[in-house]
C-alpha cells in the first residue's frame, strides 16, 4: 500500500479522476463529456496500447473536443500493449515511477480531467494500484459504471474499495440503457458501504459512432 504520509503535499490538482468497474466500459468517452460540459482539460497518465482505430485515449478526446477550449496534457507513459500498466511496462522496461507524474505541468487555476488506466486494483507496478494513484493525486472520483448484468457486484465491491481507502466519492455515471431495477439497488446497498446514499450523477446510453453533437448531448444528462 502506499505510504501516503510521504506523499508531495506540492503536487496538487484540480478537478476529477475517473474511473471504471471495468476496463472499456466507457471511461474516456465519459471523460470528453466531463471535459467538455467542466470546459476542463484532459490527462491520461498512463496509457497502455490503442483502440480498434489505432488512437489512444488522449487522440480520441482530441478529435472529439474542441481543442481551442481544451488543453490536452501528455501522456506521462505510453506503453504499446493492451495490458495491466505493470504487465505492459514490464514487457518494455519500463518501470512506472509515481513521483514522475508530478513534473507534469499542470494549470491550476482549470479543472483537470485525469482517466485512470483499468479499474481500482489494477497494478501501475510492482508496489501500488490505481487506488493509490488516485490518493497520490488527491481527488474526488467519479466511477464510471455499465448498467447490465454483472455490474451490481462489480460496482458494490469498488466503492468498497473506495470506502476502505476513505477516498472522497463524487458519483457514478452509468453507461448503458436506463435499467433502474439495477441503479437503485446500488443505490440502495451503497449506504451500508459508505454510510450515505452514492450519487448518481447521470446515464449514458453510448452509440456505435460517438461525435461531437453526442457528447454534448451527453452532457446534458450528467448532472454535476
Same mark, same amino acid.
Given at each position: ?23 472499456? %466500459? /466507457? ?14 482539460? &484532459? ?13 489512444t485515449d488522449s487522440q480520441k478526446i482530441k478529435n472529439l473536443l ?6 490536452? &496534457? ?20 519500463? +518501470? ?19 482517466? /485512470?488506466?483499468? /479499474? ?7 508496489? &501500488? ?6 490518493? &497520490? ?5 467519479? #466511477? ?7 455490474? %451490481? ?8 474499495? #473506495? ?5 472522497? %466519492? ?35 446510453? #453510448?452509440?456505435?459512432? +460517438? ?10 444528462? +450528467?448532472?454535476?
Open positions: 500500500m502506499f505510504n501516503y504520509k510521504k506523499m508531495n503535499s506540492n503536487f496538487f490538482l484540480n478537478g476529477f479522476f475517473v474511473t471504471g468497474t471495468d476496463t472499456n %466500459i /466507457g471511461k474516456t468517452i465519459v471523460s470528453a463529456v466531463l471535459v467538455n460540459k467542466l470546459n476542463a482539460n &484532459y490527462w491520461k497518465p498512463i496509457q497502455c496500447g490503442k483502440d480498434e482505430e489505432n488512437l474542441n481543442l481551442e477550449n481544451h488543453k490536452i &496534457y501528455p501522456e506521462t507513459y505510453v506503453l504499446s500493449n493492451p495490458l495491466s500498466p505493470n504487465i505492459a511496462a514490464k514487457k518494455e522496461n519500463v +518501470i512506472i515511477d509515481l513521483e514522475k507524474l508530478k513534473k507534469q505541468k499542470i494549470e491550476q487555476n482549470k479543472f483537470t480531467i485525469v482517466e /485512470g488506466a483499468g /479499474g481500482l486494483l489494477v497494478p501501475i507496478n510492482e508496489k &501500488y494500484l490505481v487506488i493509490d494513484m488516485i490518493k &497520490y493525486f488527491k481527488l474526488p472520483v467519479i #466511477l464510471v459504471a455499465k448498467t447490465e448484468l454483472g455490474t %451490481i457486484n462489480h460496482t458494490l465491491l469498488s466503492l468498497e474499495v #473506495l470506502a476502505n481507502r476513505s477516498q472522497q %466519492i463524487k458519483g457514478i455515471i452509468f453507461v448503458g440503457k436506463n435499467h433502474q431495477d439495477t441503479i437503485q439497488t446500488i443505490k440502495y446497498f451503497s449506504k451500508e458501504i459508505l454510510s450515505c446514499e452514492v450519487k448518481v450523477l447521470g446515464v449514458i446510453n #453510448l452509440v456505435n459512432k +460517438i461525435n461531437k453533437n453526442n457528447i454534448i448531448e451527453f452532457g446534458n444528462l +450528467i448532472k454535476i
